[in-house]
Nanobody, 123 residues
Framework: QAQLMESGGGSVRAGGSLRLSCAAK???????MAWFRQPPGEEREGVAS???????SYADSVKGRFTISKDNAQNTLYLEINNLKPEDTAMYYC??????????????????RGQGTQVTVSS
């Protein structure tokens, strides 16, 4: 069974908001967590990460609109996306790495990876 399970994606109009969730089957308080996305026909890219000390980092393209957070008690990672744009249309994935990480790291190198949730933004 998948160790990480994303949810919360959907089809929304530009300007709207979504909150993506990533539920873990284990405690991830010792894991760095990250969100990635893959637009149709494009490479997967990292968008945000949160360290074990709650320090967050964001790709320049999403700063100010995306917020990564986590609830260690619920073993759940979140990605709040505001002011959605059509270019945010992508499959969104979460990933976990034991120890420090960065969203610049390749998605496939993370210890655990989700299956993705689709976000579609219409203009």
């Amino acid at each position: 069974q998948a160790q990480l399970m994303e949810s919360g994606g959907g089809s929304v109009r530009a300007g709207g908001s979504l909150r993506l969730s990533c539920a873990a089957k284990y405690t991830f308080r010792h894991y760095c967590m990250a969100w990635f996305r893959q637009p149709p026909g494009e490479e997967r890219e990292g968008v945000a990460s949160i360290q074990t000390n709650d320090r967050t980092s964001y790709a320049d393209s999403v700063k100010g609109r995306f917020t990564i957070s986590k609830d260690n008690a619920q073993n759940t990672l979140y990605l709040e996306i505001n002011n959605l744009k059509p270019e945010d249309t992508a499959m969104y994935y979460c990933a976990a790495e034991l120890g420090p990480c960065t969203f610049y790291t390749s998605f496939t190198s993370f210890d655990y990876r989700g299956q993705g949730t689709q976000v579609t933004v219409s203009s």
